[in-house]
């Protein structure tokens, strides 16, 4: 499932992309290191392992990225909602070093998934998705904010 979110990922940004943009080699050049180096974890970390951050008051900057109606009916603790359509305008929220370690958040993975790339792609060098999402996290028992 989370190769498939990356491929799809990968498609609808190259699909997308308006065959005008300067910049196209570029982003080919980035999209393909991207996949070729791709960590043996995919970039990802497991609910269990952010909840056992979170015990351990070593939480990471998490970024939620469901919509706000979503985020209002239940949170990780310390997480910051930017919701994926808004993430281009909401940059300056992120931690200013592009190496912070950053976890982003959907119901699924899916949407959470495809922040993980664009961030990677934008220079973040330390960005993880929480697979499975807060479904798996809910799934689990494990404590939520309103």
């Not at 392992?49 to 209002?72: G, H, Q, S, T």
């Not at 300056?92 to 993975?109: D, W």
Request: hydrophobic fraction near 50%; glycine fraction near 6%.
């Amino acid at each position: 499932m989370f190769r498939f979110a990356i491929v799809l990922t990968l498609v609808v940004i190259l699909a997308g992309a308006p065959a005008a943009v300067a910049n196209v080699p570029l982003l080919q050049h980035r999209v393909l290191g991207y996949l070729t180096f791709l960590p043996e974890d995919y970039k990802s970390i497991s609910p269990a392992d952010v909840k056992a951050r979170l015990d351990a008051n070593d939480l990471p900057f998490v970024v939620d990225v469901r919509e706000r109606e979503e985020f209002a009916q239940g949170h990780i603790a310390g997480a910051v909602n930017i919701p994926i359509r808004t993430l281009a305008a909401n940059l300056s929220r992120l931690p200013s070093s592009r190496s912070a370690e950053i976890v982003t958040i959907c119901p699924s993975g899916f949407r959470s998934a495809q922040v993980t790339m664009a961030l990677t792609l934008l220079g973040y060098t330390n960005v993880k998705t929480m697979v499975l999402g807060m479904r798996e996290w809910n799934a689990r028992g494990f404590p939520i904010v309103r």
